[in-house]
Structure formats: structure tokens, C-alpha cells
């Protein structure tokens, strides 16, 4: 097993074109990949999106240009409240890319949207 480090996570986000998508799932492979491990712990790469995610809307609300991290996804393409903005913001940065995204429904309730045809727009990050 391999805990990421926050610079690899963030250079992998920092690298989904526009038009493509990543998942938390795609970036724990390819880091395992990158480092010879069976497993790439997820929670951690979880926080460090997280992190990532923040800090690059810090940077870009100062003038920086930060990173598409609403590009990064949670397991099936759904998209992550816990982002800047939240599920909304993050829904609509991927429909101005392109992206069609459907409700995601749980317990007879929207929790958020995935991105639809997730297969043709994944990309995935090399090892």
C-alpha cells in the first residue's frame, strides 16, 4: 500500500484536460501503479483533493490561476459537495465544459449528479 503525497495528487488533477474527468478510484490506481503497490490508500487521496481543491480556489480568487479540480470525481462520476461552491457550483463548471450530468437520487431525494457516459470522458492519469 502507498499514502500519496499532496503534490501527487495535486499534479494529477492539475493535469484532466478540458472535456475529460478523473475519479478519486482513477488517481489511487495510477498512483499505486507509479509507486509498485497493490493499493493506493483512497481516504487519503480523498482529503488531499480536498485540500487541493481549496487551496486552488484560494489561489484563483487571488489571481492565480489554480487547478480543474471539479474535473475530479467521487466513485461513478458523481460530483463533490464537499469542492468549493458545492454540488451546484461544481455541476455547473462541468456543463460549461460540456459535460451532461444527471440527478443522482437516494432515498427519493437529489444528493448530487453524475456525469453521464462516464466511460467516454474519463481520463486517466498515467503512472
Known sequence: MVIPSPREVY??????????VTTINE?????AMRHGATICCPINTCIF????ANASEEERVRGGG???????????GVVNGK???GIEAQREMLEREGHRL???ISKGRTVGYAVLN??????EPAP
Request: overall charge positive; cysteine-free; charged content about 20%.
Open 11 to 20: 499534479e494529477i488533477m492539475k493535469s484532466v484536460p478540458e472535456g475529460r
Open 27 to 31: 488517481i489511487s490506481s495510477a498512483l
Open 49 to 52: 483533493a480536498w485540500i487541493s
Open 66 to 76: 489554480g487547478i480543474p479540480y471539479w474535473r475530479t470525481l467521487k466513485l461513478g
Open 83 to 85: 469542492y468549493p461552491g
Open 102 to 104: 444527471a440527478p443522482k
Open 118 to 123: 462516464l466511460a467516454e470522458k474519463l481520463h
